[in-house]
Nanobody
Framework: QVQLVESGGGLVQAGGSLRLSCAAS??????IGWFRQAPGKEREFVAA????????YYADSVKGRSTISRDNAKNTVYLQMDSLKPEDTAVYYC?????????????WGQGTQVTVSS
């Protein structure tokens, strides 16, 4: 099993920034990334990165406003989010697997709440 521990969520005003972190107990999977789920909505992809090549993938909704990065020595990934909007409010989940779809994720973190106020 792989344990994923997220941190960095919180309350931020619209236009502000924050950085989410996800620490993985092991790095045997291909990709690690972030998904989010707002109340009444399905979980959706946000961003992902491959451990080996550092290839990055972004959802259109956050492209240009977010940057995902990794620190292989620490088994940790980061999601820097800028120019936050109220519609970014959701529980953000770290996920490890082999792609950018919910069904291809093998492990999930507990989630961290991101609330953007106007």
């Amino acid at each position: 099993q792989v344990q994923l521990v997220e941190s960095g969520g919180g309350l931020v005003q619209a236009g502000g920034s924050l950085r989410l972190s996800c620490a993985a107990s092991r790095r045997t999977f291909n990709t690690i990334g972030w998904f989010r789920q707002a109340p009444g909505k399905e979980r959706e992809f946000v961003a992902a990165i491959s451990w080996r090549g550092g290839n990055t993938y972004y959802a259109d909704s956050v492209k240009g406003r977010s940057t995902i990065s990794r620190d292989n020595a620490k088994n940790t990934v980061y999601l820097q989010m800028d120019s936050l909007k109220p519609e970014d409010t959701a529980v953000y989940y770290c996920a490890a697997g082999a792609g950018t779809t919910v069904t291809r994720q093998d492990y999930w973190g507990q989630g961290t709440q991101v609330t953007v106020s106007s």
